[in-house]
């Protein structure tokens, strides 16, 4: 079944691809037969062409031409503007065919244009191609530029010894641009439509709508080679064909500079592109390392401070279970503040004394206001380093308390930032639910109790709400982090000599 137009060019500006030919996709390589081309498609493509040949024979032999060599002359540039193809962009190029076109139809009427039409048909495309788009192409070309030079003449009158060099001639040159436009996409678009069963405003719309400025500009050039060619002779015509050539040339030497610009902007978008997938690479390693860095560091202040094993750790993924739940987005600034916070909420602690750290019964006043220091000293120690500066807010406020008796600013509510208010729920329960050398560890469901019991006092409400809504993914945690501490112990235990 044919799915592609029928021919490659009728009469006038063109667009290549498909843009006022009919054409059929080439055979497969391996495919020895041509597409079946649809009756109606083949009846219409042969009554087109009949009708073609009627005309040749019926105009042709009533040519008048006083100097046959001006009349070969023009006819030979018009079948070379019809070879002639200004490119658009893409692969979509125009024809000036019409400019020939005009010209024969003014100067000698339906006879010249029924004798010139078929060579240009024929001259058009050169490629081997299936007979019956040659057969479309031949009587397409005669019919559209014999009933054009007929409305010429028509409106012309009798010529007499030359064309009337007065202002009738632009109206009758558009008039001929309307009816050379109408017959040709017509003619066109009744082929594309039977072979393609697509409708006749699809096929318009998508390949002969934006060509009228080309019909109107190639139209009323084509007048003007006439008009030159009638009056002055071959310095006239040659006036007029090289501003299309020129402009041929000139739009060719933009179109192949612009493509080979657009080619090394690509070029440097796909180097560019490379670089910012290795930049993300390197930024995926370096986050990696300062994650990993920070992991370490903290599991050397836990066991300084003596807490018990993966402290911060699990704390900080408590945090981000109930920040979740509050609508922190993963991967954001804020969730990555957020983690690095909880992490080193007591990096602080360096700058206490292991006396006051690790000293075994309560801590007298002065040794409170030492400890008490410590939040201050770690948002000092990382607040200048560019990627924990939103961590240090954190660190500063992470001993705060919701009803503003906590320290060291004794900030409440809001005041807080929202990782220190989730970090003090999230430390708390942690705390409970370890042992310590002054107690047993609390169950999970006892020290839920005590945090909802302490709601709005010592926790903001909004972050109680959010740990219960985590509490079963809590659990998990705690018991993943369990079972791997249980690993650990078990591996490094003593084996029993064989």
């Given amino acids: 079944m044919l799915n592609a137009p029928l021919h490659d060019h009728a009469p006038g500006p063109q667009a290549e691809p498909d843009a006022n030919i009919v054409r059929l996709p080439e055979p497969a390589p391996l495919a020895p037969a041509e597409p079946e081309v649809p009756r109606r498609a083949m009846a219409y493509v042969i009554g087109v062409f009949i009708l073609g040949v009627a005309c040749i024979g019926y105009f042709a032999p009533t040519l008048d031409a006083d100097d046959p060599w001006r009349f070969v002359v023009l006819a030979a540039i018009a079948i070379a503007f019809s070879r002639t193809k200004i490119p658009i962009y893409g692969d979509t190029a125009v024809s000036i065919g019409m400019v020939g076109d005009v010209s024969v139809a003014f100067l000698y009427g339906p006879a010249g244009a029924a004798i010139v039409s ?68 017509s003619m066109v678009t009744a082929a594309v439509s039977l072979s393609t069963q697509a409708s006749i405003g699809e096929v318009f719309r ?45 739009i060719k030497q933009y179109i192949d500079k612009t493509a080979e610009n657009v080619e090394e902007l690509k070029k440097r978008n796909r180097e560019l592109q490379k670089a910012n997938r290795d930049i993300l690479q390197m930024a995926d390693q370096l986050r990696e390392t300062y994650d990993g860095t920070l992991e370490a560091l903290v599991s050397a202040l836990d066991a300084r401070d003596r807490e018990t094993k993966g402290h911060s750790l699990r704390v900080a993924r408590y945090m981000m279970e109930i920040a979740y739940h509050l609508g922190v987005q993963p991967g954001t600034d804020e ?9 080193l909420h007591d990096i602080g602690k360096i700058g206490v004394s292991d006396t006051i750290l690790h000293k075994p019964g309560p801590l007298t006043d002065d040794e409170w206001v030492d400890m008490r220091r410590h939040p201050k000293i770690g948002f000092d120690m990382i607040k200048d380093i560019s990627f924990l500066s939103g961590a240090a807010d954190i660190v500063l406020a992470h ?100």
């Fill in 118 to 185: 078929p060579i240009a048909a024929l001259a058009w495309d050169l490629e081997a191609t299936p007979w019956y788009k040659r057969l479309f192409n031949v009587g397409s070309f005669v019919i559209v530029n014999v009933v054009t030079a007929g409305v010429i003449q028509a409106l012309l009158g009798t010529r007499g010894e030359g064309l009337p060099v007065d202002a009738w001639l632009i109206p009758i040159a558009l008039m001929a641009v309307c009816t050379y436009y109408l017959m040709n996409i």
């Fill in 335 to 343: 969730w990555v503040d957020m983690q690095r916070g909880g992490l």
């Fill in 399 to 498: 001993h705060e308390r919701f009803d503003g008796k906590g320290y060291p600013n004794g900030l409440k509510a809001d005041e807080i930032p929202l990782g220190a208010r989730i970090f003090v729920l999230a430390d708390t329960f942690d705390a409970m639910t370890s042992d310590r050398p002054y107690r047993r560890a609390l169950s999970p469901e006892v020290s839920r109790e005590e945090i909802i019991r302490c709601s709005g006092t010592q926790f903001d409400p909004r972050c109680v709400q959010a740990f219960l809504l985590a509490w079963e993914r809590i659990l998990e945690i705690r018991q993943e982090d369990w079972d791997e501490e249980t690993e650990h112990h078990a591996a490094a235990a003593p084996r029993s000599a064989a």
């Fill in 206 to 250: 998508e390949k002969f709508q934006w060509l009228i400025p080309h019909y109107i500009a190639f139209g009323l050039l084509g007048l003007a080679v006439a008009v030159a060619y009638d009056g002055l002779g071959y310095a006239g015509l040659l006036a007029f064909i090289a501003p299309p050539l020129m402009m041929r040339l000139a």
